[in-house]
């Protein structure tokens, strides 16, 4: 089992920046990657980023290439998403996920998630 503790969410004004953080624990070594989901009120919870496990591959939402970048401390079993140039379209709660077996872009292929940090954008 792997356990997934976000933090770092908070209020920010459009065009601000802000870093959410994921601390892992548990069977981490038996990880792929991991990766950054977003769910704002009434939609479905949708791809961020996610970041390999070995060599560190990355992959991002077209929304958020070039704003967002994913970075992880494997060390300290930390993943890191630095936000810059928010706007209030990302506001949403933010969801660390892990998977076994690869850094897809779907919701079902990740194994294990943490609760959420809201990040609210204000105009």
């Known amino acids: 089992q792997v356990q997934l503790v976000e933090s770092g969410g908070g209020l920010v004004r459009a065009g601000g920046s802000l870093r959410v953080s994921c601390a892992a624990s548990?069977?981490?070594?038996?990880?792929?990657?991991m990766g950054w989901f977003r769910q704002a009120p009434g939609k479905e919870r949708d791809f961020v980023a996610a970041?390999?496990?070995?060599?560190?591959?990355?992959r991002y939402a077209d929304s958020v290439r070039g704003r967002f970048t994913i970075s992880r401390d494997g060390a300290k079993n930390m993943l890191y998403l630095q936000m810059s140039s928010l706007n209030p379209e990302d506001t949403a709660v933010y969801y660390c996920?892990?998977?076994?077996?690869?850094?897809?872009?779907?919701?079902?292929?990740?194994?294990?998630w943490g609760q959420g940090t809201q990040v609210t954008v204000s105009s």
């Open positions: 548990g069977r981490t070594f038996s990880l792929a990657a």
């Open positions: 996920a892990a998977s076994k077996y690869g850094m897809g872009a779907g919701v079902g292929e990740y194994d294990y």
């Open positions: 970041i390999t496990r070995v060599g560190a591959y990355t």
